[in-house]
Structure formats: C-alpha cells, structure tokens
C-alpha cells in the first residue's frame, strides 16, 4: 500500500473522516458505537471516491475539488471554534 493511496487532492482521508465525524458528534449528538459505524461509512465512501479518482480521471477533478472544499470548511470551522476557546475568559 502506497501511502499516497490514503490521500485525495492532497488531503489525508484519515483526517478528513476524524473531522467529519467530530462536526457529526458536535453537531448531531451521534456517540459511542454510532461514531464508530459513521467512520466506517465515511472511510469507504472517501476510499472509494479516491479510486474513482484514478480510474477515472474526467471525475478526479470534480472528487478532488469536493473533497478540498470538505477539508476547507473543517478547517474554517475548526480555527473558529479554538479562535472562540482562546477568546473566553480564563477562570
């Protein structure tokens, strides 16, 4: 396995999915053994999109520009939630 197998447009799926799932937790109450089965789903999801990719490559741009525009969004969201964690008085 080539390591660059676990990336789409230069992003790790790995941490695409713990974003994904941790927005899910945060956002929708999902815990425990629902986490877990909602990592599964979106590891396979974005592994195979990331094949598609190759197999296909009229597709690859569109699959990499959506998976791009994920990782900008958890990205955004993530340094707003720790800008407004630094901003709250300590006590």
């Known amino acids: 396995m080539n390591l ?3 990336l789409i447009g230069g992003l790790s799926i790995v941490a695409l999915v ?3 799932v941790e927005a899910c ?4 109450g999902i815990e425990g053994k629902w986490a877990f089965i909602l990592a ?3 590891g396979v999801v974005l592994s195979v999109l990331a094949e598609i990719a190759v197999q296909v490559p009229a597709a690859s741009v569109w699959i990499v520009r959506v998976v791009q ?3 900008a ?3 955004a969201t993530g ?3 720790l800008s407004q964690n630094l901003a ?3 006590e």
Not at 25 to 28: G, Q
């Open 4 to 6: 660059n197998d676990l």
């Open 18 to 20: 713990i974003g994904l």
């Open 25 to 28: 937790k945060k956002n929708f």
């Open 40 to 42: 599964l789903i979106f």
């Open 69 to 71: 525009g994920l990782g």
């Open 73 to 75: 969004a958890l990205a």
């Open 79 to 81: 340094w707003y939630d």
């Open 88 to 90: 709250k008085p300590r």
